[in-house]
């Protein structure tokens, strides 16, 4: 069973700690596996991208000072790709760092020592980021999956439809009569799941699925 079946209580989440001061790292993991997550430390950024990572809900607690690469590299490394939200917990700051790393996507900047609630708080508001990221992720797999089911007809129909066509124009359109137009719509609305022609718009707007064009007369 995948991540993304498991039941959200189930979802344990899970905290890298990149940091290379060992008793960091050992304070971090301590208190983080007490608040019951699951936690990853690593040393380097090298570390990092070595360390195994389940597919679960998680985030990144990320030193600016690193030995192989400054954390402002690895945050833009990694922005290449998928990535957990990232929380920066430095010794060394400074206002244009702090400004940088929050223009690039970090959750929070803070610094050490910082309270145990603050970086709890931290922890829960981008591991919730990433949980939101995950659904939105499945529930994109799971729209192109209903698409992939229609017939090339049905997939010709539903920009129509959603486009905001009536079922005459869209008919007209296509070439076809009113009425098989309306049972291509109505199979549409089956495959795809959709309860309502709203709930159908913004299904197709997460696919991006191109709209008709409309001319005026």
């Not at 069973?1 to 993991?29: C, H, N, Q, W």
């Not at 983080?32 to 997550?37: E, I, R, S």
């Given at each position: ?30 208190m ?6 699951g ?24 030193d ?39 223009k ?27 949980r ?39 008919a ?7 009425t ?26 997460k ?11």
């Open positions: 069973m995948s991540g993304a079946d498991l039941p959200e209580f189930a979802m344990k989440p899970t905290v890298y700690v990149v940091d290379d001061d060992a008793d960091i790292r050992e304070a971090l993991d301590q983080l596996t007490l608040a019951g997550m936690v990853v430390t690593c040393a380097s950024a090298s570390d990092y991208f070595c360390a195994p990572k389940p597919d679960l809900p998680s985030c990144l607690i990320l600016v000072a690193l030995p192989d690469a400054s954390g402002l590299d690895l945050q833009q490394q990694l922005s290449a790709g998928d990535h957990p939200p990232i929380i920066f917990l430095t010794g060394a700051s400074d206002i244009p760092t702090c400004v940088r790393a929050i690039a996507g970090a959750v929070d900047f803070l610094t050490k020592p910082c309270r145990k609630a603050d970086l709890l708080a931290a922890i829960e508001n981008a591991v919730a980021q990433d939101h990221v995950r659904a939105e992720k499945v529930e994109r797999m799971r729209l192109k999956y209903r698409h992939s089911c229609l017939t090339p007809r049905e997939q010709e129909v539903l920009p129509l439809i959603v486009g905001g066509l009536l079922n005459k124009q869209a007209d359109k296509l070439g076809i009569s009113e098989t137009l309306q049972i291509h719509r109505s199979r549409v609305m089956r495959k795809m799941e959709a309860e309502s022609l709203a709930q159908l718009v913004r299904m197709a707007g696919l991006a699925v191109p709209l008709p064009r409309t001319t005026s007369h």
